[in-house]
Structure formats: structure tokens, C-alpha cells
């Protein structure tokens, strides 16, 4: 059975940093381009990226790639989502799915507020 | 960017009555390969997403046959035939032929 589970989030402050970890297992991670989706607390789905299953390629959202970056680490069957100076619009619930076009199975998702 | 656009559902919906969930893009999704980059999720009420049809028409493993998408290049519907209580939550459909990645806004189906 494909388990993703999400860690790293809470409250955290405007204008810091926060760094979100998904460890997966069930099927072999090292096989599959991984990516991120946030879900605004209005309920819209945003693409945050997503990175190739040896991690050499990655692709962000415009509006979100110069403050956010999606690393793994194979070996430890874990996604990363590093994140830079957070705003308030950074707040949401944030899912890590396998693979990259076809969002085949999705974590629990893990919240993450910004708030002063 | 291409933009995702969800109709919204007459609910509602009595069980056991069929619905379709209509999705729009701004861009044809449908490639030279012929395949057509559209998918459709389910989010149930305090549950993470799950994949119900890719490639616009193609069943997710475990999926009910009761779940059918169709569509052309830029219009697609989802339709749900006799609607049970599982079913409620909201549907998303996602474009996946460039990226970023965009989602529609969803569409949310209730049940009588």
C-alpha cells in the first residue's frame, strides 16, 4: 500500500523559513517524479512543482519558484519542501503526491499557517 | 497559463440520479500523441484528494464504473451515474499537458 506522510508544518512567522519532509513508501520512490500541491483554506488547488525521479530536473510554479525549492533524498525515500520567506498567502494545506502529470496517490497533507 | 473552469452542479443531487460535472480549459489538452492531458479527483469531506479518471477518460485503479469522463479538447464532463452517499465531496479536474500544472476550482455535489 502507497503511504505518504507529510511533516514539518505549524505556525510559523511572516518573512521566515520553513522546510516541509514526506516519507513514502509501499512502491519504490526512486522510480517516480514526486511534487507538491497546496490547498488554500478557500479550498483552491495550487501546483506547486514537482521533481524527476533522480532529482537532476525540477519544475516550479512561476509565482512560487524563487522562494520555494523541491529536493529528495532516494536513499531515505523522502520528499522535501524547502520554503523562504513565507507570506500570509503561504497558508494552506500542503500534499505530497506521486508522480508528475497524473497525481496517481496523495499524503494526508500537513497544514502550514503564516501568521504574526 | 492555462485556466481551468468548473461548472457548478444543480444540488442537491437525489440519489440515485446520475450527474455530470462539466470542466473547461483554455487551451486544447488533446496532443499529437491523441491522448488527452486531463484528470478528475475526488476530495471527500475531511479527506486528501484521490485520482478517478486520467488521460480524461481512463479509470483509476479501484474506481466504480459508475465514474465516466469524456470530453473533446477543450470541453470535458464527468459523469456519476445513480449518485450514492460516497460520492459526495468536491471534484477537481487538472490539466497536465504543460506545465505549471493548473486545477479547476472545483465543483461541489451534494446529496438529497
Known amino acids: 500500500e502507497v503511504q505518504l506522510v507529510e511533516s514539518g508544518g505549524g505556525l510559523v512567522q511572516p518573512g521566515a523559513s520553513l522546510k516541509l519532509s514526506c516519507v513514502a513508501s509501499?512502491?519504490?520512490?526512486?522510480?517516480?517524479?514526486m511534487s507538491w500541491v497546496r490547498q488554500t483554506p478557500g479550498k483552491t488547488m495550487e501546483w506547486i512543482g514537482d521533481?524527476?525521479?533522480?532529482?537532476?530536473?525540477?519544475n516550479y510554479a512561476p509565482s512560487l519558484k524563487n522562494r520555494f525549492t523541491i529536493s529528495r533524498d532516494n536513499a531515505k525515500s523522502t520528499l522535501y519542501l524547502q520554503m523562504s520567506n513565507v507570506r500570509s498567502e503561504d497558508t494552506a494545506t500542503y500534499y505530497c503526491?506521486?508522480?508528475?502529470?497524473?497525481?496517481?496517490?496523495w499524503g494526508q497533507g500537513v497544514m502550514v499557517t503564516v501568521s504574526s | 497559463d492555462i485556466v481551468m473552469t468548473q461548472g457548478a452542479l444543480p444540488n442537491p443531487v437525489p440519489s440515485g440520479e446520475s450527474a455530470s460535472i462539466t470542466c473547461q480549459s483554455s487551451k486544447s489538452l488533446l496532443h499529437s500523441n491523441g491522448k488527452t492531458y486531463l484528470n478528475w479527483y475526488l476530495q471527500r469531506p475531511g479527506q486528501s484528494p484521490q485520482l478517478l479518471i486520467y488521460?480524461?477518460?481512463t479509470r483509476a485503479s479501484g474506481v466504480s464504473d459508475r465514474f465516466s469522463g469524456s470530453g473533446s479538447g477543450t470541453d470535458f464532463t464527468l459523469k456519476i451515474s445513480s449518485v450514492e452517499a460516497e460520492d459526495v465531496g468536491v471534484y477537481y479536474c487538472q490539466q497536465f499537458l504543460e506545465y505549471p500544472r493548473t486545477f479547476g476550482g472545483g465543483t461541489k455535489l451534494e446529496l438529497k
Open positions: 503526491t506521486r508522480a508528475g502529470g497524473i497525481l496517481r496517490d
Open positions: 521533481i524527476k525521479y533522480d532529482g537532476s530536473y525540477t
Open positions: 488521460w480524461m477518460s
Open positions: 509501499g512502491f519504490t520512490f526512486s522510480d517516480y517524479w
